[in-house]
Structure formats: C-alpha cells, structure tokens
C-alpha cells in the first residue's frame, strides 16, 4: 500500500520540542522533495518546511525558522520534523507531503493523514 505516515505528534508545553516523522511505505522518496504543512483550527493550511529530494536544501516559514529543523533518512526512507522552542501558535495538526519543488509557496502533491500537535501548559 502506497501511503505516507506521520507520527510523533502529542501534548507538549511552550518552549518544549517534539521530532515528527514522515514514513514512507509502498514507494521510495528518494525522488522526492517533501514538504511540512500544518492547519490550525479555522485556519487555511500552510507550508511550514520543505527538502529537496538530495537533502542539501531547504526552505522555512518565517514563523518557524531557527526553531525548525527538517531532514531526511533515505535508508529509512522517512522525513523529519524537528520543532523546538514551541509556542502556542505552532499547535495544528502537522502533515508531510510530496511536493513539485523545495520552494516557498509550494503545494504538496500526495498526503499523509496528519499527526496533531498541541503545545499548552
């Protein structure tokens, strides 16, 4: 079966960190560039980070850079997440995706189901 599963996600105070992970089953990503989006409540989606298919770029919201740390593992053939410094702004339920290209503004192709995070004290 073709799918892309997130997980990682769960309750985590301000300032806490979480690592997401994006894995990949039915298909390989290395030909991928993979890209984060999340949606808040009454929100639209947006892009949060993406990756280029060979690892060496990568693209940030303004919200999320220098908090945020996107990479990926091919042997595992999974993409990560990893968000430090939370704030309360940053709760949403977080999505991977397969985009066209590492730019900003991209849209993704094919989707996981989502992890949700919440960050509350």
């Known amino acids: 079966q073709v799918q892309l599963v997130e997980s990682g996600g769960g309750l985590v105070q301000p300032g806490g960190s979480l690592r997401l992970s994006c894995a990949a089953s039915g298909f390989t990503l290395d030909y991928y560039p993979m890209g984060w989006f999340r949606q808040a409540p009454g929100k639209e989606r947006e892009g949060v980070s993406c990756i280029n298919s060979s690892g060496d770029m990568t693209y940030y919201a303004d919200s999320v850079r220098g908090r945020f740390t996107i990479s990926r593992d091919k042997a595992k053939n999974t993409v990560y997440l990893q968000m430090n410094s939370l704030k309360p702004d940053d709760a949403a339920v977080y999505y991977c995706?397969?985009?066209?290209?590492?730019?900003?503004?991209?849209?993704?192709?094919?989707w996981g189901q989502g992890t949700q995070v919440t960050v509350s004290s």
């Open positions: 995706a397969t985009v066209t290209r590492c730019i900003p503004g991209t849209k993704g192709d094919f």
